[in-house]
Structures are given as C-alpha cells and as structure tokens.
C-alpha cells in the first residue's frame, strides 16, 4: 500500500487515516493510504 505523509489533515478521508505521529522538527504528521490521496493518485496517472 502506497502512503502519503501530510502536515495536515486530509478533509474527506478520516476512512483512509493509517495514523498520526509526531516529528521531532515538524510536528504532528498525518499517514493515508496513498489510494485515496488525490495528490498521489494525480501524480500516478501523470
């Protein structure tokens, strides 16, 4: 499975959160199933 990593929440995809850590310089950091990041998915289909 393909995941994004997001410096902020992803609206519309709470079903496609694989989690949220902390970076120690970043801060909070959210993880999504890649599939349903449209970021990704346009990146692929380029």
Request: include cysteine; proline fraction near 7%; aromatic fraction near 6%.
């Amino acid at each position: 499975m393909p995941l994004t990593y997001r410096g902020a929440p992803l609206d519309g995809a709470e079903h496609a959160l694989v989690g949220t850590m902390e970076h120690g310089v970043l801060g909070r950091r959210w993880a999504y199933d890649g599939c349903h990041d449209p970021v990704l998915v346009a990146q692929l289909l380029a």
